[in-house]
């Protein structure tokens, strides 16, 4: 048995034909986070982990890491001791048995005693095992953890991986670790970019790793490092041809996953393609091409020029631009003419031709869809202080552009090119923002509508779309939400709360599902108010408030999300308050007596009946703040009356001391149980703080 802790530095390399440029960022850092997993349960100590991630390659270096795991020991659990010795002491034919099973006398075994009961244990001291050995078991374990939605085999093999592997490299302690992992042997060396330096690459140590790909072989191996170079060059080049570029993160991130050795070129195209909305062109070059477009750094217009990234670092790079530019002229000629071509119909001639596009095989068209939503939006119309008949022809027309040619090529374009077309169809400039923004916020953290109508009409189609699934039989599982309903509901919610716009949700949800037919689900809008409810728990977590915050609001039920948020920023702040864990510990107690009553609290409190000086004092402080809180709660002002409530604590505090609530005097008991449910129901008028953590009065 060993004592020793030499430690080495560990460099681990998978080169592959070009991994997905999307998954590059996801798949490097996972096989770090794997690789860890498996080492610590191995026990191989270490200090710490790097990643690298280029297209052709997921690297790991890990410093510091065990040379073989500490020595242990095996156990063997043997028969319970009620059935290992007999009466007197002496061992069973159980215990004989276990114990010859492994080679010792029963004297020789351990006892193991727990909660669960009593056993004989056998320990044999087993040696750690080398690192070396254990390495090819333990890379194999990471590989095959990573998150990759569909692999692929090649050749003969019966491997499995995200791409064809081609070499893997295991340098340890100063030396290439011969060995096998995925069914091949490893190799002694690494490979520079494909082009500029295909040949083998040694790499003397882990610590090398990145210097010599970078300077030898051309390759950025590290992920954020050649990220933060693309950014440069495309500043810098955006800067040189007097411009600066519109830089999308995740084009970013893409493009990152594509290049090993990235090169920013600037190229242009013909300025008549200007007269093309700048969404086409950019979508054009963003989307199909990959490029990044340059705005004028004063007026924000597009301007006929690009930035891209090659992969090489060529002697004539005004072939590589040429090339660029030759590749980008049909996509942006292809952007013009659908433009031309979509505005020979209107969007309310192209209307009909929805009737062809199924939404969902048990909901109909989109035809049918924008029927519903038409009748959504009237009602919801004079809620959002808008026109009811632009509201109407918003909803009518806010998904014909579908089935323009310009969004069939470029669907990240819709409701962009609806609103163009609109215009051009001489709509009202309010109907065409509508048709734009209903669709946002498109993500998390987008921004929201910015018109009262486009609001209402995305409110609307959000609600379709939740109740229409819900009442399907399809909301989202854990796993899955095809159709983005965990996102719709966040949207509704951001924009009722965020805009501070009033709306019985529970109201607007049933008339969504008096849009339908037929629905499978017949409470699908009360399904739906379930799960939206759900949804502010996650929110507020985000937003560092606590669990318990939001469940004592919604403990009260409030159909409204703006007067919900009011109230749960008002118990937060009332949380913070010195006298706040008293009076949620007094008020779990009175909620307590008064579920434990015999017969149900009725009547009206009596001040003849109040007996004690304390329970006169709370009544009297009761009724003192009355006219203080009542007409903060008609403002929802809910913080300025928690305020005033906090003023109970000393009164609740000396009832409970000198107060016999559930005394033997029937009259006098329920007279002290209708005082207290005065108290609770004060409180009840904001937010359930029996849930809140507490002091117990």
């Not at 191995?42 to 410093?63: C, G, I, K, M, N």
């Not at 950019?282 to 340059?294: C, E, G, N, R």
Request: aromatic residues 6%; hydrophobic residues 45%.
């Amino acid at each position: 048995m060993t004592t020793g802790r030499e430690v080495a530095d560990l460099l681990v390399e998978v080169g592959t034909e070009e991994l997905p440029p999307k998954a590059l960022h996801g798949l490097g850092s996972a096989f770090a986070e794997q690789l860890k997993r498996a080492l610590d349960s191995a026990q191989l100590s270490h200090t710490q982990l790097e990643w690298f991630a280029s297209p052709r390659r997921l690297a790991v270096r890990v410093t510091d890491l065990a040379a073989r795991q500490p020595d242990g020991f095996d156990e063997r659990r043997g028969p319970n001791l009620k059935a290992a010795f007999d009466t007197e002491g002496a061992p069973t034919r159980a215990a004989l048995g276990f114990a010859r099973s492994v080679g010792v006398e029963v004297d020789r075994l351990e006892h193991l005693e727990n909660e669960q009961g009593a056993w004989l244990l056998y320990r044999s001291p087993r040696a750690g095992e080398a690192t070396s050995a254990l390495l090819p078991r333990l890379i194999e374990t990471a590989l095959n953890q990573l998150p990759i939605p569909k692999r692929m085999r090649w050749g003969a093999h019966r491997v499995e991986f995200v791409r064809p592997v081609h070499w893997v490299l295991v340098l340890w302690q100063g030396a290439p670790l011969a060995t096998e992992v995925f069914g091949g042997a490893t190799v002694a060396h690494s490979r520079g970019h494909r082009f500029h330096a295909p040949q083998p690459l040694p790499i003397p140590t882990p610590g090398d790793y990145a210097r010599i790909l970078e300077h030898e072989g051309k390759v950025i191996a590290h992920f954020e490092t050649r990220q933060t170079r693309i950014r440069q060059q495309i500043e810098t080049a955006a800067a040189v041809a007097g411009a600066v570029a519109d830089i999308d993160p995740g084009l970013l991130e893409e493009v990152t996953g594509l290049v090993e050795w990235p090169v920013a070129l600037v190229g242009q195209f013909d300025t008549e393609f200007l007269q093309v909305p700048a969404e086409a062109l950019i979508s054009a070059m963003q989307v199909h091409q990959k490029y990044f477009p340059l705005r004028d750094p004063k007026t924000r217009a597009l301007l006929p020029r690009f930035v891209a990234i090659a992969n090489i670092e060529s002697q004539d790079p005004g072939q590589v631009v040429a090339g660029n530019e030759r590749v980008i002229r049909p996509r942006l000629a292809d952007a013009r003419f659908f433009f031309d071509s979509d505005r020979a119909r209107s969007l309310a001639e192209r209307r009909e031709s929805l009737r062809d596009i199924r939404f969902q095989r048990d909901l109909g068209s989109m035809f049918t869809r924008t029927e519903r939503l038409t009748g959504l939006a009237r009602t919801l119309a004079p809620l959002f202080g808008v026109d009811a008949e632009q509201a109407e022809r918003a909803a009518a027309l806010c998904k014909s552009d579908l089935v323009t040619e310009m969004v069939g090529e470029f669907p990240e374009l819709q409701g962009t090119m609806g609103r163009y077309y609109a215009l051009e169809d001489g709509e009202p400039e309010p109907v065409a923002t509508a048709i734009e923004q209903h669709y946002w916020p498109r993500h998390a953290g987008d921004q929201l509508p910015t018109t009262h109508l486009a609001s209402l009409l995305a409110v609307a189609d959000r609600l379709d779309l939740l109740v229409g699934l819900f009442g399907v039989g399809q909301p989202p599982s854990g796993t899955r939400d095809p159709f983005g309903l965990r996102r719709a509901a966040l949207g509704v919610l951001r924009i009722l709360i965020e805009q501070q716009r009033d709306l019985d949700l529970v109201k607007a949800l049933r008339n969504a599902a008096a849009g339908f037919e037929t629905l499978k689900v017949p409470d699908a809008a009360e399904q739906v108010w379930a799960y939206l409810l759900e949804r502010f728990d996650a929110w507020y977590q985000d937003q560092g408030i606590a669990a318990e915050v939001v469940q004592s609001v919604l403990a009260v039920p409030n159909p409204n999300p703006r007067d919900i948020d009011l109230r749960i920023q008002a118990v937060n702040a009332f949380r913070a308050l010195p006298a706040a864990r008293q009076l949620a510990g007094a008020n779990k107690r009175v909620a307590n007596l008064l579920n434990k009553a015999a017969d149900p609290v009725s009547g009206d409190l009596d001040p003849a009946l109040l007996d004690e000086p304390a329970e006169r004092d709370l009544a009297e402080t009761l009724e003192r703040l009355q006219s203080s809180i009542t007409p903060s709660i008609a403002a929802r002002d809910y913080a300025a009356a928690l305020k005033e409530l906090a003023r109970l604590q000393p009164e609740v505090d000396h009832f409970f001391d000198a107060v016999m609530v559930m005394c033997d005097d029937p009259p006098l008991r329920a007279n002290r149980l209708r005082l207290l449910r005065t108290l609770r129901g004060q409180f009840l008028q904001i937010a359930d703080i029996s849930l809140l953590p507490s002091e117990q009065a």
